[in-house]
Nanobody, 128 residues
Framework: QVQLVESGGGLVQAGDSLRLSCAAS????????MGWFRQAPGKDREFVAA????????LFADSVKGRFTLSRDNAKNTMFLQMNSLKPEDTAVYYC?????????????????????WGQGTQVTVSS
């Protein structure tokens, strides 16, 4: 199985940028589709973005489309979430998630139950 560790969170002001990283270990990251979710206080964990095994396909929640980009470096077993033009409503704990898929193809999974490996999360706080 794969272990996931997020990093890169912090406290920023509205309009700033942050880049989150998700480092995978234990298995080859390229065997997994991966995604980001977030959970704000008192709210359910929600989908943010996801990518196919080799990063050819990506998808985003409407709330972050045009502001966030997603990439992965499978040689380094790492996925990145570049977050630009941050807003106070982006404040949340951000979680990295992964699911083993047998071959590379279009990936469109947005549900929590579509992923079976999770990191511990990294806090992102955006002040107004």
């Amino acid at each position: 199985q794969v272990q996931l560790v997020e990093s890169g969170g912090g406290l920023v002001q509205a309009g700033d940028s942050l880049r989150l990283s998700c480092a995978a270990s234990g298995r080859t990251a390229s065997d997994y589709a991966m995604g980001w979710f977030r959970q704000a206080p008192g709210k359910d964990r929600e989908f943010v973005a996801a990518t196919s095994r080799r990063g050819k396909f990506t998808l985003f929640a409407d709330s972050v489309k045009g502001r966030f980009t997603l990439s992965r470096d499978n040689a380094k077993n790492t996925m990145f979430l570049q977050m630009n033009s941050l807003k106070p409503e982006d404040t949340a704990v951000y979680y990295c998630a992964a699911r083993y898929v047998p071959y590379d193809s279009y990936w469109s999974a947005r549900g929590r139950n579509d992923y079976n490996y999770w990191g511990q999360g990294t806090q992102v706080t955006v002040s107004s």
